[in-house]
């Protein structure tokens, strides 16, 4: 058989129907293959920055893989920005790059770039270096992109070994070389810590998502009586009107949500390293004892040294740390009224920022949208001012239907993200929430979701500035306050939208977001609301700050 017809199949053996791409004359060979299958999807992004994005936000919604494929060089180099973020946020997907041939490697061939220039943005590099062992290194591939912490692994494969008829070395599974049952004696020692003490605190992180966690989660935080505080990547893995639920550790968290990290005389850290991005530098004042559980073996003791450091699954962790806890006569506890105090607190924070009158703030227009869609949605979040508030105040009622990137923040990752949202879950309402700026770093791709006759629906906070730059710009420095807007040419994206395609429509009042939400949620095509919003209104980081 052919070596690329042989990876298509192997790709369906393991569970892999849908890749995300943008074809070349390199790349032919697999999309033929494809063409020859029933039961598999290329989906033709129209940028590569974008092809890995709509995979992250199929794997993210969905804890299923995808492929990407693209052509050598600068394919290669535009999808490394989804693929570092993909990386960083524990993703996986199995990326393809169609290499230069080896008789003209060195040479300057098109496109050519070095293989190992991709070393850092991914899980691990592969480099085929005879078509005897394609399919065998697709099959560790695969193995190495899901084995947790899970991540993005590429796959160099040289066009003329796509067409090869070689015969195909077989694969053995791997054993697993991964500690998913923690050790008796830590949860022991764990359990032990969180009993004694009084005000325990839970951090919840991504890893409790990957894992499929949020039953366990809640069900210690409940006999705990324990506050969930979650990071970037956590959000939603307790539903966000439970009575636990605490909100989300950012650099723009409330007074009140860091009060609650410092007054706590113990912590349980689950699913997360502790990253310098969601912690302020390591600054947030953490419990002293804390039993932090994590698969990154270097994670432990960078940043806050546990008491109590368990490399394990978070799913099997919390549930044995719930066993445990089953067979413990737990002292009786009054109500825990933490958690609601600090959305309380918030909520009365924000009251200033609610005003119905035009150009409304972020903060009044998340509160509509929030509002407006089914508790079940899907909501791909793109970086910037708007994302900011949004992890306070727009509320995530599950670990999958919320997906933002983590400590990458890249911009352009939303509306790509909800693309590949809505091919993994066709029955799902799936919604971009994106900015301006955001927007215009992929705009290329409503034309994607009005090709692949996706019913999206994607919704832009318009304020003709990256506001979140030109707030610091004129807070900080000799710049002037708007020093990165464009009010004097202002973006009409109901326009571009209506250029490619799309329904679209324009509101400038809660009112007119919810029945314009109404009306797109509706339909089975996909819809661009462009909501106006005030570029002058306070950034999160610095409103909750003081």
């Known amino acids: 058989m052919l070596v690329g017809k042989a990876i298509i199949d192997r790709l369906m053996e393991r569970g892999i129907d849908t890749v995300f791409g943008i074809p070349g004359k390199q790349s032919l060979p697999l999309n033929e293959a494809i063409g020859q299958r029933d039961g598999i999807q290329f989906v033709v992004a129209r940028h590569e920055t974008a092809v890995t994005h709509q995979a992250w936000g199929y794997a993210e919604t969905s804890g299923r893989m995808a492929a990407t494929v693209v052509v050598p060089g600068p394919g290669d180099m535009n999808a490394m920005n989804g693929l570092k973020n993909a990386l960083n946020d524990c993703t996986p997907l199995l990326h393809f790059a169609i290499e230069t041939d080896p008789e003209f490697r060195g040479g300057d061939a098109i496109h050519e770039t070095p293989p190992d220039t991709y070393d850092n943005v991914v899980k691990e590099n592969f480099l085929v270096a005879n078509p005897e062992g394609a399919t065998a290194t697709v099959d560790r591939a695969i193995r190495i992109a899901r084995r947790p912490p899970q991540g993005p692994v590429r796959v160099g494969i040289p066009k003329s070994y796509l067409t090869a008829d070689v015969p195909l070395a077989a694969s053995a599974e791997a054993p697993s070389d991964w500690e998913k049952e923690p050790p008796a004696g830590a949860i022991e020692e764990a359990t032990d810590l969180l009993v004694s003490a009084t005000n325990p605190v839970i951090v919840a992180g991504g890893g409790v998502r990957s894992s499929n966690a949020t039953p366990e989660l809640r069900d210690v935080a409940e006999r705990l009586t324990a506050p969930v505080v979650t990071t970037y990547k956590g959000k939603g893995v307790l539903p966000e009107d439970h009575r636990l639920s605490a909100g989300v550790l ?27 991005h969601a912690t302020r530098g390591w600054t947030v004042d953490l419990p002293e004892q804390s039993v932090h559980v994590t698969l990154g073996i270097d994670d432990i003791g960078t940043g806050y040294n546990p008491t109590v450091g368990i490399v394990a699954d978070a799913k ?13 006569e737990m ?103 994106t900015g301006d700026g955001g927007l215009m770093m992929c705009v290329h791709e409503l034309h994607t979701a009005v090709a692949e006759e ?29 020093e990165y807007g464009w009010p004097d040419a202002a973006i009409d994206f109901a326009t571009i939208a209506e250029g490619m395609g799309m329904s679209a429509e324009q509101a400038d009042t809660p009112a007119e977001i919810r029945e314009a939400l109404d009306t797109a949620l509706a339909t089975d095509e996909p819809t661009l609301l462009e909501i106006r919003t005030d570029p002058t209104e306070p950034q999160a980081g610095e409103f909750f700050s003081g």
Do not use: C, H
């Open 250 to 276: 950012s650099g723009s968290a409330s007074p009140e949500l860091l009060d609650l990290l410092e007054k706590a005389d113990a912590a349980l850290v689950v699913g997360s390293d502790l990253d310098a």
């Open 316 to 328: 099997a962790t919390l549930a044995s740390l719930d066993d445990r806890l089953t067979a413990i």
């Open 331 to 433: 002292p009786a506890t009054a109500p825990d009224d933490r958690a609601v105090t600090v959305r309380t607190a918030t909520r009365d924070r924000i009251g200033p920022l609610l005003d119905d009158e035009p150009p409304i703030t972020s903060v009044r227009a998340l509160r509509a949208i929030r509002e407006a869609l089914p508790r079940e949605a899907v909501v791909a979040v793109d970086a910037g001012g708007f994302r900011v508030w949004g992890l306070n105040v727009f509320e995530a009622y599950g670990p999958r239907q919320y997906v933002n990137p983590g400590s990458w923040a890249t911009m352009g990752s939303g509306l790509p993200s909800a693309i590949g949202a809505q091919l993994a879950n066709p029955e799902s309402q799936v919604v971009s929430l």
């Open 454 to 482: 996706l019913p999206l629906t994607v919704v832009v906070l318009n304020n003709n500035d990256y506001a979140i730059i030109s707030e610091e710009a004129g807070r900080t420095y000799d710049l002037e306050s708007g």
